[in-house]
């Protein structure tokens, strides 16, 4: 069974910083590309960043871009987003998915709520 | 970026109902389309991919169809586990985008 958990999340100034993580399992992790997506509660989705199977591609919103970096470790099985420079507009629950070949996201975790406020 | 529209933000349906939910890219993105279904509090579940491909486990009374620019979700008949908001979005190119959802609601 495809499990993917995140962690990290909590309450940061601006300015500050914070490493998520994501723990993956039940599936070839090194084989999948995956995905951060961000959402506002109540508000729609957002597509915050892709890293490519072996980590050496990445790709990024704009909105994030110079300040959020995504990597992995395929010896672990875990995706990070780190995340530096937060904003209060970064305040939301993010989702690390697994992507389905071709596109699309196939498995989601069950997020973890960044809070950016003073 | 793609912007993807969704129609209605809002729908109340009774159960048994036929239910479309239409999306629009503001340019073509050809079949590069997929539909989820989010409850509160829960992540987002792929229903379809490929704008009309059925995700394993999904049920049959969900349908997708459409290409290019203009996209229809259907449920057939409503089920009560089916109220729930659903959002569309293109993986044609990057930044990934998706549309502002549309919630399902009891009549």
């Known amino acids: 069974e495809v499990q993917l958990a995140e962690s990290g999340g909590g309450l940061v100034q601006p300015g500050g910083s914070l490493r998520l993580s994501c723990a993956a399992s039940g599936f070839t992790f090194s084989s999948y590309w995956m995905h951060w997506v961000r959402q506002v509660p109540g508000k729609g989705l957002v597509w915050v960043s892709r890293?490519?199977?072996?980590?050496?591609?990445?790709d990024c919103a704009d909105s994030v871009k110079g300040r959020f970096t995504i990597s992995r470790d395929n010896a672990k099985n875990t995706l990070y987003l780190q995340m530096n420079s937060l904003r209060v507009e970064d305040t939301a629950v993010y989702y690390c998915?697994?992507?389905?070949?071709?596109?699309?996201?196939?498995?989601w975790g069950q997020g973890t709520l960044v809070t950016v406020s003073s | 970026d793609i912007q993807m529209t969704q129609s209605p933000s809002t729908l109340s349906a009774s159960v048994g109902d036929r239910v479309t939910i239409t999306c629009r890219a503001s340019?073509?993105?050809?079949?590069?389309l997929a539909w989820y279904q989010q409850k509160p509090g829960k992540a987002p579940k792929l229903l379809i991919y490929?704008?009309?491909s059925l995700e394993s486990g999904v049920p049959s009374r969900f349908s997708g169809s459409g290409s290019g620019t203009e996209f229809t979700l259907t449920i057939s008949s409503l089920q009560p586990d089916d109220f729930a908001t659903y959002h569309c979005?293109?993986?044609?190119?990057?930044?990934?985008?998706f549309g502002q959802g549309t919630k399902v609601e009891i009549k």
């Open positions: 979005q293109q993986y044609n190119s990057y930044p990934w985008t």
């Open positions: 890293i490519n199977s072996d980590g050496r591609s990445t």
């Open positions: 998915g697994k992507d389905r070949p071709g596109g699309s996201v196939d498995y």
């Open positions: 490929k704008a009309s």
């Open positions: 340019q073509s993105i050809s079949s590069w």
